[in-house]
């Protein structure tokens, strides 16, 4: 079983800047890519970005230029730097990993919310 807590959502002004984190605990032998996903009221879950363990990143068009994925494979923790916010941007984020235990499985977290209005 694996755990993903997530932090650092909240409200903030069109063009501005937030940072999630994201770290796993729990038992597992490694963590395969991690990611995050978002979903605004009334769509569906939508790929932000996604990092393997070697580093390979891939971003959603929407937020290339503007957010930057990055982990810290020894924390097994995941990032996501969101600059030059827009409305649009407003979801609730959530963090994904894949863990290898007995088996290769998929693990969500709760969720944090990302608001961005004037």
């Known amino acids: 079983q694996v755990q993903l807590v997530e932090s650092g959502g909240g409200l903030v002004q069109p063009g501005g800047s937030l940072r999630l984190s994201c770290a796993a605990s729990?038992?597992?032998?490694?963590?395969?890519?991690m990611g995050w996903y978002r979903q605004a009221p009334g769509k569906q879950r939508e790929l932000v970005a996604t990092?393997?363990?070697?580093?390979?990143?891939n971003y959603a068009d929407s937020v290339k230029g503007r957010f930057t994925i990055s982990r810290d494979n020894a924390k097994n923790t995941v990032y996501l730097q969101m600059n030059s916010l827009k409305p649009e941007d407003t979801a609730v984020y959530y963090c994904?990993?894949?863990?290898?235990?007995?088996?290769?499985?998929?693990?969500w977290g709760q969720g944090t919310q990302v608001t961005v209005s004037s």
């Open positions: 729990g038992s597992f032998f490694s963590i395969n890519t």
């Open positions: 990092i393997s363990s070697v580093h390979t990143i």
């Open positions: 994904n990993a894949e863990a290898w235990g007995a088996i290769l499985e998929d693990y």
